[in-house]
């Protein structure tokens, strides 16, 4: 399992600030010395994700609840296996379970479809990468989301790398002029990517001095063609419109990594549920 990202108690203040305003109305119902136990189930095939961002939602609420787990970060589920169980007062565990199940449903979607991206290069040698394509606030979450399906970060966000498009070629006035004010701006150990488009840009791209070249949109057998082309010269990666019937062609190709957007874009939230056991 990957370290969790530092966020994770921020993330959590801003989502019960969210959902619990003023107070929960329902909750108050319940006397306030009122215990109680509950479990967590899964109704569907998942990798599970989410871990420290459900046990910070309890945390928060009150640190009596315990949190007991029967399986870890990453790891495969079957349908109506418990996930874990919580023991404490029953108003915090009532009012933080959409929270808690919130996170955990969303990043187990995203963990879950990456696993699958990943099974489905299988033997290749290429990396399943995400994007910036995230939900604003929840960028780290969802990356640490695709490393526990298996899959790589790309940059983190913007101060991280340089991935120069074609708005900064056309800024710039050419990709040979693009990619060496990269080189001259870069600091030491910083990657730069330039996306091309077309075997002619990535011949101009590579006389640059590019080591790391995106393939926008190519089709398969472009795809081999810049293999080909590059001959081990720079590192690849295809983009654009890959789905999980393409990517095992795709990756075939050759190319060293495939980004997917909709890792993160558009994630399949696990169908999950938390069920009171016991309430004295």
Same mark, same amino acid.
């Given at each position: 399992?990957?370290?969790?990202?530092?966020?994770?108690?921020?993330?959590?203040?801003?989502?019960?600030?969210e959902?619990?305003?003023?107070?929960?109305?329902?909750?108050?119902?319940?006397?306030?010395?009122?215990?109680?136990?509950?479990?967590?189930?899964?109704?569907?095939p998942?990798?599970?994700?989410?871990?420290?961002?459900?046990?910070?939602?309890?945390?928060?609420?009150?640190?009596?609840?315990?949190?007991?787990?029967?399986?870890?970060?990453?790891?495969?589920?079957?349908p109506?296996?418990?996930?874990?169980?919580?023991?404490?007062?029953?108003?915090?565990?009532?009012?933080?379970?959409?929270?808690?199940?919130?996170?955990?449903?969303?990043?187990?979607?995203?963990?879950?479809?990456?696993?699958?991206?990943?099974? !489905?290069?299988?033997?290749?040698?290429? %990396?399943? =990468?995400?994007?910036?394509?995230?939900?604003? @606030? /929840? *960028?780290? +979450?969802?990356?640490?989301a695709v490393?526990?399906g298996?899959?790589?970060?790309?940059?983190?966000?913007?101060?991280?790398?340089?991935?120069?498009?074609?708005n900064?070629?056309?800024?710039?006035?050419?990709?040979?002029?693009?990619?060496?004010?990269?080189?001259?701006?870069?600091?030491?150990?910083?990657?730069?990517?330039?996306e091309?488009?077309?075997?002619?840009?990535?011949?101009? !791209?590579?006389?640059?001095?590019?080591? %790391?070249? =995106?393939?926008?949109?190519?089709?398969?057998? @472009? /795809? *081999?063609? +810049?293999?080909?082309e590059?001959?081990?010269?720079?590192r690849?990666?295809?983009?654009?419109?890959?789905?999980?019937?393409?990517?095992?062609?795709?990756?075939?190709?050759?190319?060293?990594?495939?980004?997917?957007?909709?890792?993160?874009?558009?994630?399949?939230?696990?169908d999950?549920?938390?069920?009171f056991?016991?309430?004295?």
């Amino acid at each position: 399992m990957p370290p969790a990202p530092s966020d994770v108690a921020e993330d959590v203040r801003r989502a019960l600030r969210e959902d619990l305003g003023a107070g929960d109305l329902t909750a108050a119902l319940i006397r306030p010395e009122t215990l109680a136990t509950a479990h967590v189930i899964s109704r569907e095939p998942a990798v599970l994700c989410g871990a420290p961002w459900f046990e910070e939602v309890f945390q928060q609420l009150d640190a009596r609840i315990q949190v007991s787990w029967t399986a870890t970060d990453g790891d495969p589920v079957e349908p109506n296996q418990v996930l874990c169980q919580l023991h404490g007062p029953a108003r915090p565990l009532l009012s933080g379970e959409r929270t808690a199940l919130n996170f955990l449903q969303l990043l187990s979607g995203t963990a879950t479809l990456t696993r699958r991206y990943v099974d !489905a290069v299988g033997t290749t040698s290429a %990396r399943i =990468l995400d994007t910036r394509k995230t939900i604003p @606030g /929840l *960028r780290n +979450a969802q990356k640490y989301a695709v490393r526990c399906g298996g899959g790589s970060n790309h940059r983190m966000g913007l101060h991280d790398a340089i991935l120069i498009k074609e708005n900064h070629i056309l800024a710039a006035g050419s990709i040979g002029a693009a990619v060496q004010n990269a080189f001259t701006l870069a600091a030491a150990g910083t990657p730069v990517e330039i996306e091309v488009e077309t075997l002619e840009q990535l011949r101009q !791209a590579l006389a640059a001095g590019a080591q %790391r070249l =995106l393939l926008d949109n190519f089709d398969v057998a @472009g /795809l *081999r063609a +810049a293999v080909r082309e590059t001959g081990g010269r720079a590192r690849l990666e295809a983009s654009g419109g890959v789905t999980l019937q393409s990517v095992r062609v795709i990756a075939e190709t050759g190319v060293d990594d495939i980004s997917v957007g909709s890792l993160t874009k558009s994630p399949h939230s696990i169908d999950l549920s938390m069920r009171f056991d016991a309430v004295p």
